[in-house]
C-alpha cells in the first residue's frame, strides 16, 4: 500500500511540475513573438532612414532652367565640404561664436552692412535653411547656435 501511496503522491507532484512548465512555456513563446515583432519594427525604421538619406543627397538641382544649389541635411556621413562656401564661411563664424548669435552679429563678421535690415534678410534665409537642414540650431529668440 504504500508504494501506491508514493506512485500517487509523485504522480501528483509530476503534475504539477508540468503545468508549472506549461505555464513557463507559454510565456517564452509569448516573449519570442513580442520580440519578433519588434526585430521587424526596428527593420522597417532603419529601411526608412536609410530611404529619406538617400532622397536628401542631391546636391544641385535645376529651378527654370537654371542650375540651383541645394543645401544638403546634415547627417554623420555629410560633411561640410558638401556646403557652398557661403555658407560653410556662416557655419564657420556661428561654431566660433561663444553662444547663440544673431544674424546681425555673422552679417558684420561677414562685411555685411548691418545697418540696412535688406541686407541681412538674404543672410537671414541663409541661415534659416542651415537650421532646416540640421547644420545650425534656430532658437526661439531668433539667435542660432551650431549643432554638436
Do not use: C
Not at 15 to 39: F, S, Y
Not at 78 to 100: C, H, K, M, N, Q
Amino acid at each position: 500500500m504504500q508504494e501506491r501511496q508514493w506512485i500517487t503522491d509523485r504522480r501528483s507532484e509530476l503534475d504539477a511540475l508540468a503545468e508549472q512548465l506549461t505555464k513557463q512555456l507559454q510565456e517564452v513563446q509569448v516573449e519570442r513573438d513580442e520580440l519578433a515583432i519588434a526585430e521587424r519594427v526596428l527593420n522597417r525604421l532603419a529601411e526608412q532612414v536609410q530611404a529619406d538619406a538617400d532622397a536628401a543627397a542631391p546636391a544641385a538641382a535645376q529651378v527654370a532652367g537654371r542650375a540651383v544649389l541645394l543645401i544638403p541635411h546634415h547627417s554623420d556621413a555629410t560633411d561640410e565640404a558638401a556646403l557652398p562656401g557661403d555658407y560653410r564661411r556662416i557655419l564657420a563664424i556661428v561654431r566660433e561664436a561663444d553662444g547663440p548669435v544673431q544674424v546681425r552679429a555673422v552679417g558684420e563678421r561677414l562685411g555685411l552692412n548691418a545697418s540696412v535690415r535688406g541686407k541681412l534678410e538674404p543672410l537671414r534665409a541663409k541661415m534659416t535653411k542651415l537650421a532646416d537642414r540640421g547644420w545650425l540650431h534656430e532658437r526661439p529668440d531668433g539667435r542660432f547656435t551650431a549643432r554638436r
